[in-house]
């Protein structure tokens, strides 16, 4: 997990995917399992978005979610989270090469 330099993002803009691991724009940064466990949220998620220089704001391509409840901890969140992490990913990429995902301003806009 690295913030990537403003000189960086600005040369591949538009050309950056992070997988974010919730349901943005909720838990935004680092240990969102964690903070998720913290408000005892009722889904957890994972979210696909283009970089940019604004940390996990960058316009979204694709999100999941699925339900948790009072037995989960923070290591099951994180066990369940991996699974809509790969979903997740693998989704916005086949979108992107198949040049289904356009950007408009901090929107995406995805022709499915």
């Known amino acids: 997990m690295r913030i990537l330099s403003p000189s ?3 040369n591949y ?4 995917i992070n997988i974010h691991h919730s349901f943005l ?4 940064g680092a240990n969102p399992y964690r ?3 913290g408000r005892g949220v009722k889904l957890i998620g994972a ?3 283009f970089v940019t ?3 996990d704001e960058g316009p979204i391509i694709v999100q999941q979610t699925v339900p948790v409840n009072h037995t989960f901890g923070t290591a099951e969140m994180i066990i369940d989270g991996k699974e809509i992490e790969k979903a997740v990913l693998s989704k ?6 198949q040049d289904r995902v356009f950007i408009s301003g901090n929107r ?3 022709f499915e």
């Not at 916005?92 to 090469?97: C, E, Y």
């Open 8 to 10: 960086f993002v600005g």
């Open 53 to 55: 220089n604004d940390l």
């Open 25 to 28: 724009p909720a838990f935004i």
């Open 35 to 37: 903070q998720a466990y």
């Open 47 to 49: 979210t696909a978005h």
């Open 92 to 97: 916005a990429l086949r979108l992107v090469f």
């Open 13 to 16: 803009a538009g050309k950056i």
């Open 108 to 110: 995406t806009i995805i």
